[in-house]
């Protein structure tokens, strides 16, 4: 069965780093296509990052130069290490599997960026 | 402002027909880019719903259908239940420096 669990969410006063990380089970996180995805309260769904199974990695511009997005193969878990944290960064982040499309979801994260 | 255009909210009784719209531009479904469907149920995780345009995953009630022609696409929804209130989102790929994956702003389905 594939599940996907991200950890390393909360509360982090702005300007701050955070690390997030998304447990792959059922599936080889290196062999796929794998991206962040976030929604802020009340907001839509917001694309992050993706990183391909060659290792090319693309971002948003909202988070290009802040954001990147890493895998460890041996744990089969993809990162994501957020710097310089905003007040709009406030969101649940979700990773999820992508193949032109995100057929598996995380259940989210929350990331609170506040003082 | 989202790059694919959608309606903030529809809305239906239980029972009628609804449609969800989706307007990209010749960067990504005008492209010939595939769209993708999620439906987002309160307080959960986005779920795929509709696939390659038209395609439903295992599992998914075939009262939601999608098709795409030009630059739309469309989510139905027939025979409406209290259980389909949720937020719906479509998702494409796009080709120019906006980055490989846009979505829509996302549409608000209340059953009445």
């Known amino acids: 069965e594939v599940q996907l669990v991200e950890s390393g969410g909360g509360l982090i006063q702005p300007g701050g780093s955070l690390r997030l990380s998304c447990a792959a089970s059922?599936?080889?996180?290196?062999?796929?296509?794998m991206s962040w995805v976030r929604q802020a309260p009340g907001k839509g769904l917001e694309w992050l990052s993706v990183?391909?199974?060659?290792?090319?990695?693309y971002y948003a511009d909202s988070v290009k130069g802040r954001f990147t997005i890493s895998r460890d193969n041996s744990k089969n878990t993809l990162y994501l290490q957020m710097n310089s944290l905003r007040a709009d960064d406030t969101a649940v982040y979700y990773c999820a599997r992508y193949n032109w499309k995100f057929d598996y979801w995380g259940q989210g994260t929350l990331v609170t960026v506040s003082s | 402002q989202s790059v694919l255009t959608q309606p903030p909210s529809v809305s239906g009784a239980p029972g009628q027909r609804v449609t969800i719209s989706c307007t990209g531009s010749s960067s990504n479904i005008g492209a010939g880019y595939d769209v993708h469907w999620y439906q987002q149920l309160p307080g959960t995780a986005p779920k795929l719903l509709i696939y390659d345009n038209s395609n439903r995953p295992s599992g998914v009630p075939d009262r939601f259908s999608g098709s795409k022609s030009g630059t739309s696409a469309s989510l139905a929804i027939t025979g409406l239940q209290a259980e389909d209130e949720a937020d719906y989102y479509c998702?494409?790929?796009?080709?120019?420096?906006?980055?490989?994956?846009?979505f829509g702003g996302g549409t608000k389905l209340t059953v009445l």
């Open positions: 059922g599936f080889t996180v290196s062999s796929n296509y």
């Open positions: 990183i391909y199974s060659g290792g090319s990695t």
């Open positions: 998702q494409s790929y796009d080709s120019s420096l906006s980055g490989p994956v846009v």
